[in-house]
Each structure stands twice: as structure tokens, then as C-alpha cells.
């Protein structure tokens, strides 16, 4: 049962949040009816993927990216069935990416929770990955584990 229907009867989406270090990603799976459908005013189709209003590629550019991202589809068998929204903010684009990723696995978990969390978490997509930067400590030479150099003489 999809989380929430727009107005329009044949749009109905999935959403789900992924954190990563700094970065957290707002997930949307569009269940599509029709072969496209009209997300944030653009005319998506099936299998197409924005983030922040842009394609993927341009975003996300490069080839490893585009498997990570692809990764929780290919994973359920399920690539090319949604059009995928993506709002991702803090952070930099690594830290996005681990966002994006934990967040479509979030939102393929609501589509069938039986069938596709044991495969995603088995894969380690659906834990949170907590490593984070280093707080900087009071006293010392400005970085996290940076030492004050001592005077020679």
C-alpha cells in the first residue's frame, strides 16, 4: 500500500529518507500507470531518475556512481519499474551518494517489505553507515588530531 496519493489518481509514490555523514536524501518512488509521468513539472518516464531537478548523470556524473545508485534496482530486480525523485541536501556529493542509496533502499523496503528487505539488508543498504568527521578538540592545533608542534629549544 503506497504511503500517499497526489490528486492525480494514477500517481502514487513511495517515499523515504537516507542519512550519510552530513548529507541526507528525501527519496520519492513513483508508481506509474502510464509509460511517463509529470514529476516537479518535468515529463519523466519509467526508469528515469532527478535529483535536485537534474538527471542523475549530470549530478551524479561518472560510471562508478551510476552503480552505486543502480545497485538497490538491480539487486530486487526492479530497474526501470519507477521514476525516482530525489531532494539531497549538506554534505558533499560522496556523502549524497551514501544518502541516495540508503534512501531507495528505505523506499523499495515499503514497496514489498516481505520480498525486498531481507535482499537489501543482507547487502548492507538498509544500515545506516555511521562513520562521520571528527569533531575538533579545544587546545590543540586547529584539526581533530592535529598536535601543537613543541619548540626545540
Known amino acids: 500500500m503506497p504511503d500517499r496519493t497526489d490528486i492525480n ?4 509514490y513511495y517515499e523515504a529518507v537516507g542519512r550519510r555523514k552530513e548529507s541526507s ?3 520519492r518512488l513513483y508508481v506509474v500507470k502510464e509509460n511517463a509521468v509529470s514529476v516537479q ?3 519523466l518516464e519509467k ?6 531537478g537534474r ?10 556512481a551510476k552503480k552505486i545508485y543502480q545497485e538497490p534496482f ?13 531532494q539531497t541536501t549538506g554534505g558533499g556529493l560522496s556523502g549524497q551518494l551514501g544518502a541516495v542509496l540508503q534512501g ?3 523506499a523499495l523496503e515499503k514497496v514489498d517489505k516481505e520480498k525486498f528487505r531481507p535482499i537489501l539488508k543482507k547487502r548492507g543498504f538498509m544500515t545506516r553507515d555511521p562513520r562521520a568527521k571528527q569533531r575538533r578538540k579545544a587546545g590543540f ?3 581533530s588530531r592535529a598536535r601543537k608542534q613543541s619548540p626545540k629549544r
Open 104 to 106: 531507495i533502499s528505505r
Open 141 to 143: 592545533a586547529g584539526k
Open 47 to 52: 526508469g528515469t531518475m532527478i535529483v535536485n
Open 25 to 27: 536524501a528525501r527519496v
Open 9 to 12: 489518481e494514477n500517481l502514487s
Open 41 to 43: 513539472g518535468k515529463e
Open 74 to 86: 538491480r539487486t530486487t530486480n526492479t530497474v526501470s519499474r519507477f521514476v525516482v525523485s530525489v
Open 55 to 64: 538527471p542523475v548523470e549530470q549530478y551524479f556524473p561518472g560510471e562508478v
